[in-house]
Structure formats: C-alpha cells, structure tokens
C-alpha cells in the first residue's frame, strides 16, 4: 500500500521559516512529479509548487521567491522549505505525486494524497 505522509508543521511567528516532508513508502517504483498544494480556511485547495524527477522546479505565483521545493528519489522524499511566514501562508500542506507501484494485480500508476500537516502563522 502506498502512502504518503507529511510532517514538519507549526506554528511559527510572523517572519519564520518551517521546512515540510513528504516521505512516499509502499512497493514503488518510480515517481513522476512530486507537488505541494495548501488549503486555508473557507478556501479552496490551491496548488503552491510541483518539482519533477529531474529537478525542474514550478511555483505559484504567491509563493515564488519565498519557498523553494526540493526532492530526494533516493528517500523518495519532497521538501517545502517555507520562508518569511506571512499569517495568510496558514493553511493545511498537502503532498501529491503520480506513482509507479507494484500491487497485487500488476503494476499500477494514479496519484496519492497525503494526509496534510497544519501550518499556522501567528504572533
């Protein structure tokens, strides 16, 4: 069974940094893009950036210049280093990638979510 888990929330003052995990486990055999979405609030879920297998990197908007994604294949493992926390970066993280797995019928390729890990930034 693959899973993904996220850690590495908070709470953080205005002006801090956090750096998230995602660590993928089960009977993988490859990734594809590896992404960090967040949800605030009365929000919808928006997209915050996406890194590929490769390394090459894509941010939104909102976010670019202050977090920097980055990925281990070996850990089969994403980072979203967080810096210069604003109150409006409070959201639920959430990580996503396309996975290659082996299940009991074959091999099998879809996305998985992680559980998400909180993110408050407050005085």
């Known amino acids: 069974q693959v899973q993904l888990v996220e850690s590495g929330g908070g709470l953080v003052q205005p002006g801090g940094s956090l750096r998230l995990s995602c660590a993928a486990s089960?009977?993988?055999?490859?990734?594809?893009?590896m992404d960090w979405y967040r949800q605030a609030p009365g929000k919808q879920r928006e997209f915050v950036a996406t890194i590929t297998k490769g390394g090459s990197t894509n941010y939104a908007a909102s976010v670019k210049g202050q977090f920097t994604i980055s990925r281990d294949n070996a850990k089969n493992t994403v980072y979203l280093q967080m810096n210069s926390l604003k109150p409006e970066d409070t959201a639920v993280y959430y990580c996503?990638?396309?996975?290659?797995?082996?299940?009991?019928?074959?091999?099998?390729?879809?996305?998985?979510w992680g559980q998400g890990t909180q993110v408050t930034v407050s005085s």
């Open positions: 996503n990638a396309r996975i290659t797995s082996r299940q009991t019928m074959g091999l099998t390729s879809r996305e998985y």
């Open positions: 089960g009977s993988i055999i490859s990734i594809d893009d």
